[in-house]
Structures are given as C-alpha cells and as structure tokens.
C-alpha cells in the first residue's frame, strides 16, 4: 500500500511540468486499441488519441535592408529591426510600428496565430528633402 501510494505521488508530481508549460492542447494523433493511452488505463477501445502540446506563440519576422530601424510593438519601444530580426510574440493583435530618421513610417496591425510566421515587408521609402 505504501508503495503505491509512493508511486503514485511521483507519477502526480511528474506530470506537473506538463500542466504547466504554455502551449495550446491539440490533436496529435487518434488511436484505438487496448493499453495505456495517456494517464488511463482503458480495457475497452480508447477513441480520444494522443493530445501534445503545441506552441502558443506565432514569429514575426522583417524583411527590409534598414537594419537600424526602430520597431515599436503597440506603441511600446522593442528595439531595431537588426536585432529583432525574428521575434517570437503570443497570439493576438498587435499594432507594430517601424521609423526610421529620414525615411517614411511603416504602420500595420497584425494578427499573429499560434505556430504561424508573419512576414513584415515595411518599405522606408527616403523623404524628400526641403530645398531651401
């Protein structure tokens, strides 16, 4: 009895870190048959599969040769394109600004989805100087 009281308090405890992490559960994979599937024992067909986690944030990424411009995230400064490169944000909306000294602002409301990546393409077109 003291066994299998000692087992099953690690099995609990084990599982923890599953619970846990910050993914999404889904559907990996359907299965049927007799055996162990998950954290039950089923003696008849078992039809709900195996669930995994998947993540829960989706990448952004900028394609643009102005690497020292600013990337402002819902109007909060985040850093340079040259150091963002590829930026890992949660599911949402989110209003992504880039400006750069001399050049035109790029403006785009994104929706990012879980495992997905958004390609910003922003144009930093050169403003035309005042001849004066």
Partial sequence: MK???IIGITAVLMMAPLTASGG???LVAPS???GWYGPYWAPYPYPYGYYGYAPAAGTVKFDTSVKDAEVYIDGA???T??????MHLLAGSYDIEVRAPGRTQFEERVYVAPGKTVHLSPELRLQA???G
């Fill in 3 to 5: 066994k299998l009281l």
């Fill in 24 to 26: 999404v559960r889904v």
């Fill in 32 to 34: 049927f048959g007799w």
């Fill in 77 to 79: 400064y985040a850093g």
């Fill in 81 to 86: 394109v040259g150091q963002l490169k590829t």
């Fill in 129 to 131: 100087q005042p001849q």
